[in-house]
């Protein structure tokens, strides 16, 4: 069912128009409380809702989408709003808050250098490492990894990342604390992503491609019974609706000072992953700021293709966005085709 919600606040109440009565006389009798006026429920645009409902309905696999505008009247729809789907690289996004939240509390600088070392590298896209394997170990700013996790989505620059920040309890911490609902962080790439493999993981995985090669040689039942696991009750997991809200949270200054606001909303609109996806949609003359997420394949199913975003039109007024495949047998052509449909509908029916 398709969720829409209102953004309208309660009608004040008139002020009390009663006069206390002279001592000599009977008391008064008070004037009836003025009617509330009940504001008009805000919903998304029905031609909408049903051009969504429609692709929805035909994409193959399982997949959630949640559409929230921000400005002029908010309101929220979407399908499987308040499911769990595998969140992959779109938790980079939280890691990066709770870094800015630390900076905004004057308990890290963003000049402020991490040391990684081959110990420290991760798994799958992580551009750092050539860096790290040349020279045996580095230092980088909190900012530059910041830069490194988001735009170019490198696995080894967000790991560092959370290890500065105090870990995942403190990532799920800031998430409690802001009241974010339906939104869970995972124990980081090497562990989960091991998982998912039915492997455990050995810092050797890092190295080369040595990670594909130990997965290839798990039977396939056990990495079939290993992902099925995953995709059922996702470590990772959040709803469509938990992360457009948090999205339009950002967008409105509600979890990070106006500094840090800027600053991540400002990396995010130079992510370089998924120029196809979310972003091919969008339409000249609007901003967009995002973050992908792609997880593992099992032929012939793929899972964890995501993309979360916010549009801002000419006029100023901002969208939520949120596409995440949780599990689907469609070619990539197909599953950007989706998503540039969602995030081209919204421009389309803009101001109706």
């Keep these: 069912m398709l969720s829409v919600l209102s953004a309208c606040v309660a009608a004040e109440r008139a002020p009390s128009r009663t006069q206390p009565a002279p001592i000599a006389l009977p008391a008064q009798k008070q004037a009836a409380p003025a009617a509330q006026v009940r504001p008009a429920v805000v919903r998304a645009p029905l031609g ?102 988001i735009i170019g989505s490198d696995n080894t620059a967000n790991d560092s990342l959370l290890r500065t920040a105090g870990g995942p309890q403190a990532v799920q911490n800031f998430l409690l604390r802001k009241k974010l609902g339906a939104i869970r962080f995972g124990p980081g790439e090497r562990l989960m992503q091991s998982a998912i493999a039915g492997l455990e993981w050995r810092q050797e995985y890092a190295i080369g491609r040595r990670f594909y090669a130990a997965r290839a040689e798990v039977p396939a039942a056990t990495r079939k019974a290993a992902l099925d696991r995953y995709l059922a009750d996702p470590v990772d997991g959040a709803s469509p609706e938990a992360i457009v809200r948090a999205l339009a949270k950002l967008a409105k200054g509600e979890l990070l000072s106006a500094s840090s606001t800027r600053l991540i909303l ?87």
């Design 48 to 149: 909408l809702e049903n051009l969504l409902n429609d692709q929805w309905r035909i994409f193959p696999g399982r997949t959630g989408v949640a559409i929230m505008r921000i400005d002029g009247g908010e309101w929220l729809t979407g399908k499987r709003v308040d499911a769990l789907f595998p969140q992959q690289s779109v938790s980079k996004t939280w890691v990066a808050l709770t870094i800015l939240d630390l900076v905004d509390q004057n308990k890290l600088r963003l000049d402020q250098k991490v040391r990684i070392t081959r110990d420290d590298l991760a798994v799958f896209h992580q551009p750092i490492r050539d860096r790290v394997i040349a020279n045996g170990e580095i230092e980088v700013t909190v900012l530059s990894l910041l830069e490194q996790a």
């Design 266 to 352: 400002g990396i995010m609109s130079r992510t370089s992953s998924g120029p196809n996806r979310l972003r091919a949609g969008v339409p000249a003359g609007w901003q967009f700021v995002h973050k992908t997420g792609t997880g593992q394949i099992l032929p012939p199913v793929s899972t964890g293709y995501n993309d979360i975003g916010i549009m801002t039109a000419p006029d100023g007024t901002r969208y939520a966005v949120a596409v995440m495949m949780g599990s689907t047998t469609a070619p990539i052509p197909q599953r950007m085709s989706f998503m540039q449909f969602v995030s081209r509908t919204i421009a389309t029916y803009h101001g109706q």
